[in-house]
């Protein structure tokens, strides 16, 4: 099983296509946002030392884009694997089929961790230069334990997803509609609170919304309480910039984790029950 593990490992990280395109869609939010969305978020809130408040806001909904994309990436691994026959050809060998289903499992969660600590660099180093951004130090463990647990979900997310995918053709299709679709649903392209009430209710139906919500809480909290005096104005700007969601009142961060794990736990069990019928799939090849 650690074989394989690594030989998935080594085969995403041996071709920078293939890690380039897993970041593509939170590099073109993070150049959009540099670019466009900054200024234009910043005109419709007219913000006192905005920077020190959006540059940490962006980096949540991000950092939620990378983990979608990038554990899709590197699950759809086993696609191509299945497409070419190879997995078939690992069920002829004495290793078991879910120890060969966990080797792309932890691969998916080990390059999500990666990646997301990958982009964490680039967009703090640039935010440090360019607006002397700094996160305190006792934000790092948390920081790293929320990372691992957005690995987790959109891993078990991805496997689910791609349990319906038999074709490697269908893979550049699917990434590409995931991958424009996450910023939406990670308010990265368009605050969630600034949506019609319909496209809120959509979005909270997604885990995404509250990973990057978990995300801004906990790198916002320290330049919320620096910018806001009143409780008033500070709870209308979390809930239009999706830093607090509102279902029937405001969830707390305890809320928001366990709605997390709970989607984990979800789409772990689907994919679950799905893997007896890509078994069958596979074993018709052999």
């Not at 650690?2 to 869609?25: A, D, E, I, M, Q």
């Not at 647990?149 to 997310?157: E, N, R």
């Not at 809120?200 to 790198?219: D, G, H, K, W």
């Not at 984790?257 to 736990?265: N, Y």
Request: zero cysteines; proline letters at 3%; glycine letters at 6%.
């Amino acid at each position: 099983m650690w074989s394989l593990t690594k030989r998935n490992l080594y085969l995403f990280f041996s071709s920078p296509s293939t890690v380039f395109f897993s970041l593509l869609g939170a590099l073109i939010a993070f150049v959009l946002y540099t670019v466009f969305l900054r200024d234009n978020i910043d005109s419709a809130l007219m913000l006192k030392n905005y920077n020190l408040l959006l540059d940490p806001w962006v980096i949540g909904g991000i950092l939620t884009v990378t983990t979608i994309t990038t554990t899709l990436t590197a699950f759809s691994q086993m696609i191509i694997d299945r497409g070419t026959k190879t997995l078939a050809d690992f069920l002829i060998t004495p290793v078991a089929y879910f120890k060969i289903q966990f080797s792309y499992i932890i691969s998916a969660i080990t390059i999500s961790i990666v990646m997301q600590f990958g982009m964490l660099a680039i967009m703090y180093t640039y935010f440090s230069i360019t607006d002397q951004l700094r996160f305190p130090f006792e934000q790092l463990v948390p920081l790293f334990l929320l990372i691992i647990l957005s690995s987790l979900v959109w891993t078990a997310f991805s496997q689910f997803i791609l349990s319906f995918v038999t074709r490697i053709e269908t893979l550049g299709r699917l990434g590409t509609i995931i991958g424009t679709m996450s910023g939406f649903l990670a308010g990265v392209y368009l605050p969630s609170g600034m949506l019609p009430d319909s496209a809120q209710r959509f979005i909270n139906l997604t885990p995404a919304i509250y990973n990057a919500a978990l995300f801004r809480n906990l790198l916002m909290k320290k330049p919320l309480s620096q910018t806001f005096n009143s409780v008033q104005a500070r709870y209308i700007f979390e809930k239009s910039m999706g830093v607090r969601i509102n279902i029937n009142g405001p969830l707390t961060g305890s809320t928001m984790v366990i709605i997390l794990f709970a989607s984990f736990l979800g789409f772990s069990l689907l994919s679950l029950l799905l893997s007896k019928r890509s078994r069958n799939f596979i074993t018709k090849q052999i």
